[in-house]
């Protein structure tokens, strides 16, 4: 079966509560009002995604807004010679949002969305997207927040790859995920663990085999603590401090 054929078979309808309590747990859509809230409901649909499933490739037409109900997706540049993940340049939880990029413009993606475990979307379709923008203005406040904070982030990882370490990279990004896992927290964060050493290599621009090597090291000096799925940091702060090493 084909990717589009596949994907048509796991469409299905939204439960208008359901699709609602989504859209106000997504922050794209905070700023919108309840009957506008209402129609925007009534056009999505459920879309689900099975661990490892290409949600779209780079270079297809960008017809749809996604928000992710449940689950986890990464967003991927792919190496232009074997089409093998070449730098993860985003991971994204329940009520997030992608593929606005190429919703706007009307381009092609520039990047490949890839579901990390089982993953449900609301799907909603370009032409009802714009209309709701052309009405909304918190709409548009919201989208061009969330388009600032994309462009710091991105800054924010090309300047950890040009000035830090591997070591260091590690040590940052562990403490940004803990920081949006929980907001505020210092110590004994817990995280759900949901990648796999290669896919946490892609991310900070290193191998697996290195990885493997950096994690064991930082579990074995009591900076993290690995628990089924998930991943324990005793004292936020320290790890923190092996960024600046």
Known sequence: MDRLAEEREMLGSVDRDFA???????VLFRGVDRP???TVAESLRLRRYRRDQVIFYQGDPG????????????IVLASP???EDQAIIATLGAGEFFGELAL?????????????????????????FLQLIDRQPGLRRALLSALAGELRRLT??????????????????????????APGVRRDVRMNWPYTQAELAAMIGGTRQTVNRLLADAAGRGLVR?????IVIPDLDRLAH????
């Not at 690995?226 to 998930?230: A, L, N, Q, S």
């Open 156 to 181: 924010g990882h090309v300047e950890e790859l040009h000035f830090l370490d591997l070591p260091g990279r590690l040590a940052i990004r562990l403490v940004r995920m803990a920081g949006e896992a």
């Open 242 to 245: 092996e960024a600046e090493r």
């Open 20 to 26: 609602l309590e989504a859209l106000r747990r997504c």
């Open 81 to 83: 010679e074997d089409g």
């Open 226 to 230: 690995f628990e089924k799925e998930t």
């Open 63 to 74: 017809e749809s807004l996604f928000v992710i109900e449940s689950g986890s997706v990464k």
């Open 104 to 128: 706007l413009d009307g381009a092609p993606h520039s990047a490949t969305a890839v579901a990390m475990e089982p993953t449900e979307t609301l799907v909603l379709r370009r032409d009802a």
């Open 36 to 38: 506008s809230l209402e």
